[in-house]
């Protein structure tokens, strides 16, 4: 199993932003699908962005479009997201996942690999 890293959560104010990096301790090479999820509190887990690795493809669920990038650094085998103009709505703890091919690499029971997560808190 891939062990994946998080790091970069935190507290900020509405309408400010931050980047989550996501570090693989091996490589992700032959990984066709990166995503990110996020599990606010008292909620179940929802994707939020994925990444198709063999084109560089990227998808966004509705509620970040626009708002939030996902990127991926082949050489240091980090995958990032670039969040901003973040509201109390992406309160979340957030989770970075390596898997086999989905739809808009969405469906998370394709993802076999999981980080432990980061913690994202906006205050309005």
Known sequence: ???????????????????????????????????????????????VAGLWTPDGTKY?????KGRFTIARDRTKNILSLQMSDLGPADTARYYCAAGRPSPSCSHEDRFGDWGQGTEVTVSA
Request: glycine share 12%; charged share 20%; aromatic share 8%.
């Open 1 to 47: 199993q891939r062990q994946l890293m998080e790091s970069g959560g935190g507290s900020v104010q509405r309408g400010q932003s931050l980047r989550l990096s996501c570090a693989a301790a091996e490589g992700t090479a032959h990984v066709r699908c990166m995503a990110w999820f996020r599990q606010p509190p008292g909620a179940e887990r929802e994707w």
């Open 60 to 64: 966004y669920s509705d509620s970040v």
